[in-house]
Nanobody, 114 residues
Framework: QVRLVESGGGVVQPGGSVRLSCSAS?????????MGWYRQASGLKRELVAS???????DYGYFAKGRFTISRDNTKNTVDLQMNALEPEDSDVYYC???????WGQGTRVTVSS
């Protein structure tokens, strides 16, 4: 059984930054998991924002490249998403996931607005 809890969302001005964190409670070895951050606007499909493999190989959605950075700390069972140069279009609910499973967090909302 794995529990994922996201934190760090909120309201930020355009051009600003926010750091999301996902904490995993698991009896399995967190360092074996490939992890991802996804986002979903109301009524739309969830899309991949960024992923980081168990080998720390990262990948980003086209909209995230150059602005967002995903990282993980296997000693703390966390995966973070640093988001810079935010735009109103980045306003969504952001979810953490163990890739290849249906283990998702509850989501954290990011609103980019002046």
């Amino acid at each position: 059984q794995v529990r994922l809890v996201e934190s760090g969302g909120g309201v930020v001005q355009p051009g600003g930054s926010v750091r999301l964190s996902c904490s995993a409670s698991t009896e399995s070895q967190f360092n074996f998991f490939d992890m991802g951050w996804y986002r979903q606007a109301s009524g739309l499909k969830r899309e991949l924002v960024a992923s980081i493999s168990h080998l720390h190989i990262t990948d980003y959605g086209y909209f995230a490249k150059g602005r967002f950075t995903i990282s993980r700390d296997n000693t703390k069972n966390t995966v973070d998403l640093q988001m810079n140069a935010l735009e109103p279009e980045d306003s969504d609910v952001y979810y953490c996931r163990i890739i290849g499973t249906e283990s998702w967090g509850q989501g954290t909302r990011v609103t980019v607005s002046s």
